[in-house]
């Protein structure tokens, strides 16, 4: 079936360095989702990205869509300890008459003090 | 957000021994419920899709007679885990499917079997 690539799948930074984790896709897509989830917890919707080349920032984080809609990323300026966890791309994939969410392997980030 | 509570939070129990899981939509009523698991250091992997009032799809590979579905109202899903055995050991987790497509999580339950 289809599947979600994402990389890297570890990434450690210094406190105040940037962080970016990167998601492809084989095929299109008709959107794709991100999730944080810290070391105990579960998956919290961040942000849900549509349109070809959209761009959309929360605060420190910024998250693109791929002008071909087959690749996102995620981007954390100036990261705080706060910002560790595994973060997912997920994509909105039709299987039938079903849509379900797949989950990209998620990057799990560490930000040294 | 809306709120997707899960129940229990963690079992421990012994091989051989079934376990029941609920997954509640707390303030919004959702259709559609899905079921993953996770293992340590591992993305979600669905088991299935729940749908109100209609029988479960199960994800390629996961087997619908051991892992029993039941969406019997718009708030509520349980997920039994019947015989279950230390491979089942894992971090079960629900959501519900609110508008616009977004998932909201339950905290998960973690299944422990001895």
């Known amino acids: 079936g289809q599947q979600v690539m994402q990389i890297p799948q570890y990434q450690h930074v210094q406190e105040g360095e940037d962080f970016t984790t990167y998601c492809n896709s084989s095929?299109?897509?008709?959107?794709i989702q991100w999730y944080k989830q810290r070391p105990g917890g579960h998956p919290v919707f961040l942000i849900q990205?549509?349109?070809?080349?959209e761009v959309k920032k929360q605060k420190r984080l910024t998250f693109q869509f791929g002008e071909a809609k087959k690749n996102s990323s995620l981007h954390i300026t100036a990261t705080q300890t706060t910002d560790v966890g595994t973060y997912f791309c997920a994509a909105l994939i039709s299987s039938g008459s079903a849509r379900q969410l797949t989950f990209g392997s998620g990057t799990q980030l560490t930000v040294l003090p | 957000g809306a709120v997707v509570s899960q129940h229990p939070s963690w079992v421990i129990c012994k091989s051989g021994t079934s376990v029941k899981i609920e997954c509640r939509s707390l303030?919004?009523?959702?259709?559609?419920m899905f079921w993953y698991r996770q293992f340590p250091k591992q993305s979600l992997m669905l088991m299935a899709t729940?749908?109100?009032?209609?029988?479960?799809?199960?994800e390629q590979g996961v087997e619908k007679d051991k892992f029993l579905i039941n969406h019997a109202s718009l708030t509520l899903s349980t997920l039994t885990v019947t015989s279950a055995h230390p491979e089942d050991s894992s971090f079960y987790i629900c959501?519900?499917?609110?508008?616009?497509?977004?998932?909201?999580f339950g905290p998960g339950t973690r299944l422990t079997v001895l």
């Open positions: 990205l549509v349109k070809s080349g």
């Open positions: 729940s749908n109100e009032g209609s029988k479960a799809t199960y």
């Open positions: 303030d919004f009523q959702a259709t559609t």
């Open positions: 095929t299109t897509l008709s959107n």
């Open positions: 959501s519900a499917r609110a508008a616009y497509n977004e998932q909201f």
